[in-house]
């Protein structure tokens, strides 16, 4: 398993300016990480801890997700060109 955690660019709460962005959020980050084990979805970040036999392919996912959704925000908030994401670190679970 991977923890895998994402925030926003200067920790702005891009993904909390409504409930119902964070819950679409929540959705698609679950539909394209697969097998979730636990996760968050706070107003500026995420975890979610992912069991995957192939972390690239994953970041990858991830990486396509992040711009998706940033240009749909951004879109949203009248505010393109904006720099929504910073980056998804992986760290590898190490014990239980």
Do not use: I
Not at 48 to 61: I, K
Request: hydrophobic fraction near 45%; proline fraction near 5%.
């Amino acid at each position: 398993p991977y923890l895998l955690t994402a925030a926003c660019f200067e920790h702005r709460p891009v993904v909390g300016t409504s409930p119902e962005r964070m819950a679409a959020f929540e959705a698609e980050l679950l539909d394209t990480v697969g097998r979730a084990v636990a996760w968050v979805v706070l107003p500026n970040h995420y975890h979610v801890l992912v069991e995957t036999p192939d972390v690239r392919a994953l970041l990858a996912a991830v990486g396509r997700l992040h711009g998706r959704t940033a240009h749909a925000w951004n879109g949203e908030d009248a505010a393109r060109g904006r720099q929504v994401w910073h980056g998804a670190a992986e760290t590898a679970m190490k014990s239980e």
